[in-house]
């Protein structure tokens, strides 16, 4: 694009007046494309489409007052190497009969060819750029409309799965991006021309990530834009010039979509950071709840798991700050059954992010949630009559679906953070796992003031049934390889009930899991480590009954063992 810009630089006061008509109507029809952003990426995205349609509206002067080779003749030269899009254009020609104009629209809908083999295609015909660009775009998005809504069905779902897998596969910089960096990243994506890309895969990719509409759409377009900018300039300025204009994005890319995640997560803290006297509490009430957005919900357990567990991403638009450790109330919709006439009860759920969200911009909190349902022997099958209503309701829930949320609750649970050398044992059953994501993003995957001074270790215990039930194991991983810049790391051990077994051959539960590092465990409360357990409050019998058999064969009173833990505030429980 600097290429360009340079060229038409030079030749700009010579341009008619009415190529000002184009410039207002391309803008014309950006700006509800604009207004279709969310609100956090709308600073990225005015840069992105301004430069956009700076871009087309160069090529559209340059079209007209640059020399323009004879493609009729190139057309003529090159009919023995003609490449896949020329291809499909002649077949479709000759299958149809349909006029030129047609067939470019038709081959720019095409996945694989798109607008970046139809540009190159419709100058090929001898159709000037100014005709050209606009049907490629117009093609190119044609099918990407009933696409997104087609992937609603579960049906089209499962026909698309091997595409969806591979759109996976191919957008780790979307996938990867911050939330808030999400809009950007997709239309870099989609506008960069590479093998890969595209606006096809950019939609399955939208799609994965339960990307609003809009959003999607409006990003999506943009990267059509970009990428026709970039194609039209390759095929008017030839390598040199499309190579230039390549590097230009992805340059501009990197900066914005890399670059944004190297900001610190400083804006959220108490002064010094680890006072615990401001922490928020009960901002919301249940006769006031505040009304949040969903922003996706995603299963994050495998197919062998033993139920099913989703990770959802609600946007409090930073109306409920909250801390690590702390509690989020749900009031699922419809009417308490047992009291009619008045709402259902508020469901309280351990917030399983950071204070800064995932997107880590202060505006979402995630929710951990496992969809609870009833088995019945008589049917032999789930009653949905005895189902868990608020489970069920944020499970199903869709982006843009509104969640009633009180809260935030709770103080026992919170990290402490004055000594950064403190060590913290986080023993979890399940969705028990929830704030400890939030500590240990905190710690190991944020830049923040915790981070840049923990020195302990953070030891996570998670039971779950199998290693499909398994929780965020990618995210422990990387944070195992990154331990902080003052020497604090993360240690973890998983209790697989079906997959292992304890000492005495009997299947391996959490106590069990913790008994084996009972003597480490032990010294590490003595010498001022915290425990915490989160979890079904039937882990907790079997966590006591381990701990005192422990105490009985070291000689240590159990009960005032477990008092001076409380007094010194090392030990935490929440279950539920």
Known sequence: KALLFLTIASVSAFAPTQMTMPAQSLRSNVTPLYAAVPESSKPEARSFLNKVVKSTLSLSLASTLLPTPSFAAAKAAAEPTLHLGQKIANKVSGATGFPDKIVLAIISALPIVELRGAIPVGLWMDIPLKTVFPISVLGNMLPIIPLMFLLKSE??????????????????SIINAPQDKQWAALAAFVGIPLPGTGAWTGALAAFILGMPLMSSLSAIFAGVLSAGAIMSA??????????????????????QIIGGGEKKQDFLEAKPYWDQSTVP???YKNKAPFTGKVVSTKRIV??????????????????MPFW??????????????KKPGKPNAVRLYSIASSRYGDDMTGNTASLCVRRATYWCPELKAEDPAKKGVCSNFLCDTTPGDEVAMTGPSGKVMLMPEENPKTDLIMVATGTGIAPYRGFIRRLFNEKTPAAEVYQGEAWLFLGVANSDALLYDDEWQ??????????????V????????????????????????????????????AHIYFCGLKGMMPGIQDMLKEVCNSKGIDYDEWLDGLKKNKQWHVEVY
């Open 324 to 337: 690590e450790g702390q509690s989020y109330g749900v009031i699922p919709p419809g009417e308490n059954p």
């Open 281 to 283: 509490v009960n901002t």
């Open 493 to 528: 051990d998983y209790a697989l009930s079906r997959e292992m077994e304890n000492k005495k051959g009997g299947k391996m539960y959490i106590q069990d899991k913790v008994e084996e590092y009972a003597d480490e465990v032990f010294n590490k409360l003595d010498s001022g």
């Open 234 to 255: 390759l095929t008017l300025s030839g390598k040199k010039g499309g190579l230039a204009a390549l590097a230009a994005l992805v340059a501009y890319a990197a900066t």
């Open 155 to 172: 049906a089209v779902q499962k026909v698309f799965k091997p595409l969806l897998d591979r759109a996976e596969s191919k957008a780790g």
């Open 478 to 491: 990387e944070a195992i390889a990154n331990p902080t810049p003052a020497g604090g790391k993360l240690r």
């Open 302 to 319: 495998g197919p062998k798991a033993t139920g099913e567990t989703c990770h959802i991403i609600i946007d409090h638009q930073n109306k």
